[in-house]
């Protein structure tokens, strides 16, 4: 008996109580009926709560899988898309009928992004991928909703692409259908507006109507990726040129994945277009 209660005294003051609080309502609950049926029904409803917690964590891990799948799956078809292709094949009867060669020419390495700035008039994002994953700077970076901006700094894994919401951005971009284009530029001010510049006044413009999208003249983007919808223009006293708001498509300040633009033709282009300069 001696040796039992030194054995107690031993044992730290709250173990001691929880071990005999939990004897006590095992007493309880095996010799009486009503207070059992309490305890296994409160207790079903507590398993339950973490039973329901531990799936919901277990569901957000296995969305992010299927997130990073699907975007792996986008970027494959948005290669196969025919904007996205060089047509290879020489036609010299244009009455024949041509079953066209194409090359594919963009490929795109899917990232996610791991930082990123709305708030700044120079705003920034950061990208999974770096020099190791074939990432270069002046690439373009898109998602599957629009155009996020252009790789200006790369380390061995990651990459920090200029945002189109930097004051110093321009998007090559036209009105979808109607072959008059401009610069898209951001004021630094609303993160789901941006401004398309440079098309002349006679150029007739439909307000929530009309798509805006890149034209594929930069090596940046492929032709043919939606940037928004307009939102409200008009022509300021004494310009000879339109001012269109741009509502953007994509919600700059929650996306969460990319795809970085991998242009198999871009050193080819630029310097053929390099070669130029000295004449100018």
């Given amino acids: ?12 003051h709250g173990a001691l109580f929880a071990l005999l609080l939990s004897i006590s309502l095992f007493m309880i609950v095996r010799n009486n009926d009503a207070q059992g049926k309490i305890f296994w029904n409160s207790a079903g409803m507590v398993f339950g709560v973490f039973g329901n917690g531990a799936n919901a964590v277990w569901s957000y891990f296995n969305l992010r899988r299927e997130n990073e799948k699907l975007q792996r799956e986008i970027s494959v078809l948005r290669g196969q898309l025919a904007q996205d292709q060089y047509n290879d094949q020489l036609v010299r009867d244009t009455l024949q009928k041509i079953d066209s060669n ?3 020419i963009y490929e795109y390495i899917e ?7 709305v708030d700044k008039p120079k705003n920034y994002l950061t990208l999974n991928r ?3 994953h074939g990432v270069k700077e002046n690439m373009g ?27 110093d951005s321009r998007v090559s971009a036209q009105i979808k259908g109607k072959g008059f284009y401009g610069s898209l530029v951001w004021r630094g001010r609303d993160p789901s507006r941006m401004y398309l510049t440079d098309i002349p006044k006679h150029n007739k413009i439909s307000s929530n109507e009309d798509i805006v999208e890149t034209t594929g003249f930069s ?3 492929p032709p043919g990726v939606t940037i928004g919808t307009v939102f409200h223009h008009e022509i300021p006293p004494g310009s000879s040129n339109h001012l269109i708001q741009v509502k953007l498509k994509v919600n700059m300040a929650k996306v969460r994945y990319a795809q970085i633009v991998v242009n198999k033709h871009a050193d080819e282009i630029n310097q053929l277009e390099a070669s130029s300069k000295d004449e100018q």
């Fill in 1 to 12: 008996m001696n040796t039992f209660l030194q054995l107690l005294n031993r044992i730290n």
């Fill in 102 to 104: 194409r090359i594919q």
């Fill in 111 to 117: 990232a996610a992004v791991t930082n990123n700035s």
């Fill in 219 to 221: 090596t940046y983007y």
């Fill in 141 to 167: 970076v898109i998602t599957a909703e629009g155009v996020l901006g252009v790789v200006r700094y790369v380390s061995t894994n990651y990459c920090l692409v200029m945002s189109i919401l930097h004051t």
């Fill in 130 to 132: 770096g020099s190791r």
